[in-house]
């Protein structure tokens, strides 16, 4: 029910159905979504990720908002509430990459999980809800943004170091969620130096959005796919080259509109495509896992 409820709205965009229509449906599969996060999280008394809801909430309202933006409702644009949004995921990936990758990395290699520190979990994720904040205020001085995308660039750099990545190079069901989290940092301190450029600030969203969003979706699909399946998590196919293509196509559709921006088109394309084989990849390597029972015979 919750994947037709993804899917319908999609569907109806192409045709004659009311966007007021299309919003109710769009919402009632975040609710749905909700729900069944929040059942879980409380039959499993596993409380702290009861802020996940507080998260889906938000988007809720905000996906109500981006429908009334499109009747030119809200007291701001479509592109302030898009941007916030962006930062919205950013955070997602942040509380969650926080959680689970160096928890992954240490268990795969027999590494010390290194212990979280309050003031970098600050410094790496409160700069991303003010970022979130200030996209609806466009005319208040640049230098705030600044100041945040260095502190917040930084401290995420210096909590994906210590997550100890560099030690995961022979797995990459591990290296690839470092190596799209990079996304994140790299992205907030490339903003910054490219502040006073509007082209490049505008494209470099892309490296948010494809790099460090669908990288770490990919990643994490990936490796939870063999491990809900009861499969032995590193064991599986090789599915390196799908990464790899994903973070390429990344770096052509952000580096390649920068300096030949000329070539606009031909980047999207190659971007796209790449994009495309990755998640195909996912469906026909993956899919069929999803689709049948558990080799270990548990219900799932």
């Known amino acids: 029910m919750i994947a ?9 965009f ?19 979504v909700g729900w069944e996060v929040g059942f879980r999280v409380v039959k499993a008394k596993r409380w702290r990720n009861l802020f996940f809801i507080l998260m889906l909430a938000v988007a809720l309202i905000a996906n109500f908002a981006s429908y009334a933006t499109v009747k030119g409702m809200p007291p701001f644009s479509a592109n302030a509430l898009w941007q916030a949004m962006l930062w919205w995921f950013m955070l997602l990936i942040s509380i969650m990459g926080g959680r689970v990758i160096p928890f992954f990395t240490a268990k795969r290699f027999q590494l010390d999980v290194k212990k979280s520190l ?33 502190v917040g660039g930084v401290a995420q750099l210096i909590r994906l170091i210590r997550w100890q990545g560099y030690k995961s190079a022979s797995e990459p069901l ?31 969203i892309h490296l948010f959005a494809m790099g460090a969003l669908a990288g770490v979706i990919l990643a994490m699909i990936s490796r939870v796919t063999m491990g809900h399946t009861g499969r032995a998590i590193y064991q599986g196919p090789r599915f390196w080259y799908a990464f790899l293509l994903l973070a390429l196509a990344t770096i052509v559709r952000v580096v390649g509109p920068i300096f030949w921006p000329q070539l606009l088109g031909t980047w999207v394309v190659i971007a ?29």
């Open 14 to 32: 192409w045709t004659d159905t009311p966007l007021s229509v299309i919003a109710l449906i769009d919402g009632a599969f975040l609710l749905a």
């Open 174 to 204: 591990v290296w690839s969620l470092h190596l799209f989290y990079l996304a994140l940092p790299v992205g907030m301190l490339a903003k910054a130096l490219s502040i006073d450029s509007v082209w490049a600030s505008h494209t470099l």
């Open 272 to 300: 796209a495509v790449g994009w495309g084989i990755s998640f195909g990849a996912y469906v026909v390597v993956f899919g069929p896992m999803l689709c049948k029972a558990r080799p270990d015979g548990h219900p799932g």
């Open 118 to 150: 309050l003031w970098l979990d600050i410094a790496a994720n409160l700069p991303l809800v003010l970022l979130a904040v200030l996209s609806f205020f466009p005319l208040l001085d640049k230098q705030i943004s600044l100041v945040l995308l260095w």
């Open 4 to 12: 037709a409820l993804w899917l319908l709205p999609r569907i109806l």
